[in-house]
């Protein structure tokens, strides 16, 4: 339902989230981005361009990560998104809690403001 | 016109969900955006179900019906017979808190409120209904 692949650019991790994440999905979304916090990368995109539908559950893992991320000063940015899975992001108000752009120029970009 | 569609208690039903929601509606006029929201907001209704009433048993069933207005109001109704957890009870914790609390949950009652004009609970046949009332506007 999901597939999640990660590249590597310019010291920047990059999380493409392909397909659909629910709640029988979100564990995966959740495993990748501790996977790249722990081998230790400073700047974690995500790209979200070939991301057809986000619920609560993977809603949650963004919101769940906002604080560890800030404590340990790395930007978690995401960018690409359709329209109809922005509009998920604004409903709750979280489009104004996390980075996302429009993108990955402008996600790289702001990565490598906020890590100055 | 109305539709029906069960579906056992397990979380990889949940895109079978949507997609059922997605076919009913597909000749209505529903504008893409509201088309979304509102398979969003009837999975965040039934996943909740299935984890909270039904522990994700999949012999567990949920009845999904859907009515197809003439006026633009649809209604949407989840039937089952496990405990009732009245969302118009729950008082949603502000954002910030849940961020603070590295919470994942508390969301997708919040999305359900945000995007159905109406959520009651009542009782038929002995089984608990849930209904969802949405007024769509045509494109």
């Known amino acids: 339902m999901v597939q999640i692949k990660r590249i590597q650019e310019e010291g920047a991790d990059i999380i493409s989230v392909i397909g659909e994440i629910d709640a029988s999905s979100s564990i995966e979304l959740d495993l990748a981005i ?18 057809e539908y986000i619920s609560s ?3 949650g893992v963004f919101m769940s990560y906002i604080e560890e991320m800030k404590d340990k000063n790395i930007p978690l940015i995401l960018f690409g998104m359709k329209e109809k899975v922005a509009n998920t992001f604004q409903i709750l108000g979280l489009a104004d809690l996390l980075n996302i ?4 120029q402008e996600a790289k970009k702001l990565a490598d403001e906020l890590s100055v | 016109m109305n539709y029906q569609y069960n579906i056992g208690c397990s979380l990889n039903n949940l895109k079978g969900i949507r997609e059922f929601i997605r076919n009913s509606l597909k000749d209505q006029d529903v504008p893409e955006i509201e088309m979304s929201a509102i398979v969003l907001a009837l999975d965040e209704m039934c996943s909740n179900l299935m984890i909270h009433a039904h522990h994700c ?3 567990h069933m949920l009845e999904l019906h859907i009515e197809i207005p003439k006026t633009g109001k649809f209604i949407f109704e989840i039937i089952d017979d496990g405990s009732v957890f009245d969302i118009n009870e729950f008082n949603e914790p502000a954002l910030d808190n849940l961020v603070h609390q590295k919470r994942k949950g508390g969301l997708g009652i919040r999305l359900v409120k945000a995007i159905m004009d109406d959520v009651e609970y009542l009782k038929r046949s002995n089984k608990n209904v849930c209904r969802l009332t949405k007024v769509v506007r045509p494109e």
């Open chain 1, 57 to 59: 559950a993977g809603l």
């Open chain 1, 34 to 51: 501790a996977k790249s916090v722990g081998e230790g990368f400073k700047k974690i995109l995500v790209d979200c361009s070939a991301l």
């Open chain 2, 57 to 59: 048993n999949p012999e």
């Open chain 1, 101 to 104: 752009r429009e993108n990955k």
